[in-house]
């Protein structure tokens, strides 16, 4: 009876964690997949199993493109981020006083109190053709015409690098604080300089924060539709911005579900590779 009740009592402490798992992922999950299965006949949906919607992957080349510049552009910003976020949690762990640091990191997550969408739409007033980017080129004679900045890849990519910075400064500095400056140390007292040092003590030991950060930029980024759309000025389709046009424009549920369900894949696949490095870093 006390095991019955205790049994009792674990699963009525887990059935609500079960019930929102369920409601808002296994079954949204299983009705899309069954719905890139299905095909569209007019305006008419047919329900079936047909793989003829992962098949225009590869036969609409502007697909496959939305596939390959979603990835080009998160791979960048993950790269860029990562070079950016490092030394700014490395000045931030090490070389601000530590009264400091709190405020320091108050002000580096300032950007998180904005609005995605302000934040975004401030990024296209600067780079626009008059906007501070240019005028201030302009002004100091750099330029002699206004660049095109604004709807663009570079302009996409800097909404984004804006953003995660952020995100992986913080993950950084939680691993950069964690480290004992005995490490340091040792390694100063076995010969070796501030760059051996990094590389082969430090930067080993914050990787797991690296990778988690990475990650997190990687299924954020290679998801994301408002960016994309405000700064690129569709001029380069991403996988969610085409999904969009599938359901907004041409009502071809079945395309969008499929297309949603290969970006899950990636995803997964990111996720897969993440958690294999952070496994056999621990060996």
């Given at each position: 009876m006390i095991a019955t009740g205790q049994r009792a009592k674990g699963w009525g402490f887990v059935a609500p964690a079960l019930i929102w798992t369920l409601a808002f992922f296994i079954v949204p999950f299983i009705v899309m997949g069954a719905m890139s299965l299905a095909t569209l006949d007019g305006r008419n949906l047919i329900w079936g199993v047909s793989f003829d919607n992962y098949a225009s992957l590869a036969e609409r080349r502007f697909l496959w493109r939305a596939i390959v510049v979603s990835l080009e552009i998160t791979v960048t910003v993950t790269v860029v981020s990562v070079l950016l976020a490092y030394p700014l949690a490395w000045i931030i762990a090490f070389n601000v006083p530590a009264r400091w640091q709190r405020l320091a990191l108050l002000l580096a997550i300032l950007p998180f109190w904005t609005s995605y969408v302000v934040r975004s739409y401030?990024?296209?007033?600067?780079?626009?053709?008059?906007?501070?980017v240019n005028q201030t080129l302009m002004t100091i004679g750099l330029i002699a015409e206004p660049l095109t900045l604004a709807n663009t890849r570079f302009a996409t990519v800097t909404g984004f690098v804006h953003f995660f910075v952020m995100l992986l400064t913080l993950t950084i500095y939680a691993n950069l604080v964690q480290l004992s400056p005995n490490y340091r140390r040792a390694a100063q007292d076995l010969g070796a300089n501030a760059f051996q040092t990094f590389r082969h003590v430090i930067?080993?030991?914050?990787?797991?924060?690296?990778?988690?950060?990475?990650?997190?930029?990687?299924?954020?980024?290679?998801?994301?539709?408002?960016?994309?759309?405000?700064?690129?000025?569709?001029?380069?389709?991403?996988?969610?911005?085409?999904?969009?046009?599938?359901?907004?424009?041409?009502?071809?549920?079945?395309?969008a579900a499929a297309l949603a369900i290969v970006l899950m894949g990636i995803v997964t696949l990111a996720y897969l590779a993440a958690a294999r490095w952070l496994r056999l870093d621990r060996l």
């Open positions: 401030a990024w296209l007033l600067v780079l626009a053709r008059e906007g501070v930067l080993p030991l914050t990787l797991p924060g690296i990778v988690t950060g990475a990650f997190l930029t990687f299924v954020l980024c290679i998801g994301d539709y408002v960016t994309p759309q405000i700064l690129g000025g569709n001029t380069e389709l991403t996988v969610p911005q085409v999904i969009m046009v599938q359901l907004g424009r041409r009502a071809d549920f079945p395309l």
